[in-house]
T-cell receptor
Framework: GAGVSQSPSNKVTEKGKDVELRCDPI?????LYWYRQSLGQGLEFLIY????????KSGLPSDRFSAERTGGSVSTLTIQRTQQEDSAVYLC??????????????FGSGTRLTIV | KQEVTQIPAALSVPEGENLVLNCSFT??????LQWFRQDPGKGLTSLLL?????REQTSGRLNASLDKSSGRSTLYIAASQPGDSATYLC?????????FGTGTRLQVFP
C-alpha cells in the first residue's frame, strides 16, 4: 500500500484480556518497528524487525508483550493479560534498510488502546 | 545510552515569526537525524531526513541542520503559520532504531 496501515485504530478492552494489534508496512520495506506513546510521554521503542527476525526486543516492557512478523510483511503485537498501564497509542513504522543507513521511517496512524 | 533532548518544550508565537527548534543528543554515533510533526491524536508525519553524509535538508519553509560533532540538530521554520501548530519531534537513528526526543509543542496564533 501507499502507507503504513494499522488496525484497529481504536481498541477498548477490559483489564486482563488479551489484545492483538496489527501493522501492515509499506510494500518492500524490510524493517518494521513498534513504538508506544503513553499520555503526555515521548515515544518509547518496543521492538524492531528486520525481515521476519527481531534483532532488538529490548523495549518490550514485560513478558506479557510479544510480536511476530510473517512473510516479511504484516506484524502483530500481542499484549496478554492487559493492565491499565498498557493504555497508550501504539505506533508502527517501516523503513527500507540499505545497510548503509535507512531512507527514513514512515509511521502509521497508530492504535489507541484503552484498558478499562 | 542515547538520549535526545529538545528545547524549548513549548513555544507560542504570533503568525509570521521565524522559529528555531533545537535538538541535542548525547551519543555522536548517531547515523541519521529525522524531524517529525505530530498533530493531536494523530500519527507522525516525516518532515525532513538528514542522512549521515549530509549536513542539512530543506523543504519549503523548513530547514534542518545536523552537526554531529556537537551533537545538535536545528529545525528552522520560516514565516510561521497557524497550520504549523503541532508537536515537533526529532529522532536519531543508530542504525537499528530511532530514539526520539521529548518534543517541542508549538502553537502559532493568528
Amino acid at each position: 500500500g501507499a502507507g503504513v496501515s494499522q488496525s484497529p485504530s481504536n481498541k477498548v478492552t477490559e483489564k486482563g484480556k488479551d489484545v492483538e494489534l496489527r501493522c501492515d508496512p509499506i510494500s518492500g520495506h524490510t524493517a518494521l518497528y513498534w513504538y508506544r506513546q503513553s499520555l503526555g510521554q515521548g515515544l518509547e521503542f518496543l521492538i524492531y524487525f528486520q525481515g521476519n527476525s527481531a534483532p532488538d526486543k529490548s523495549g518490550l516492557p514485560s513478558d506479557r508483550f510479544s510480536a511476530e512478523r510473517t512473510g516479511g510483511s504484516v506484524s502483530t503485537l500481542t499484549i496478554q493479560r492487559t493492565q491499565q498501564e498498557d493504555s497508550a497509542v501504539y505506533l508502527c513504522a517501516s523503513s527500507s534498510f540499505t545497510g548503509t543507513g535507512t531512507y527514513g521511517y514512515t509511521f502509521g496512524s497508530g492504535t489507541r488502546l484503552t484498558i478499562v | 545510552k542515547q538520549e535526545v533532548t529538545q528545547i524549548p518544550a513549548a513555544l507560542s508565537v504570533p503568525e509570521g515569526e521565524n522559529l528555531v527548534l533545537n535538538c541535542s543528543f548525547t551519543d555522536s554515533a548517531i547515523y541519521n537525524l529525522q524531524w517529525f510533526r505530530q498533530d493531536p491524536g494523530k500519527g507522525l508525519t516525516s518532515l525532513l531526513l538528514i542522512q549521515s553524509s549530509q549536513r542539512e535538508q530543506t523543504s519549503g519553509r523548513l530547514n534542518a541542520s545536523l552537526d554531529k560533532s556537537s551533537g545538535r540538530s536545528t529545525l528552522y521554520i520560516a514565516a510561521s503559520q497557524p497550520g504549523d501548530s503541532a508537536t515537533y519531534l526529532c529522532a536519531g537513528d543508530n542504525t537499528d532504531k530511532l530514539i526520539f526526543g521529548t518534543g517541542t509543542r508549538l502553537q502559532v496564533f493568528p
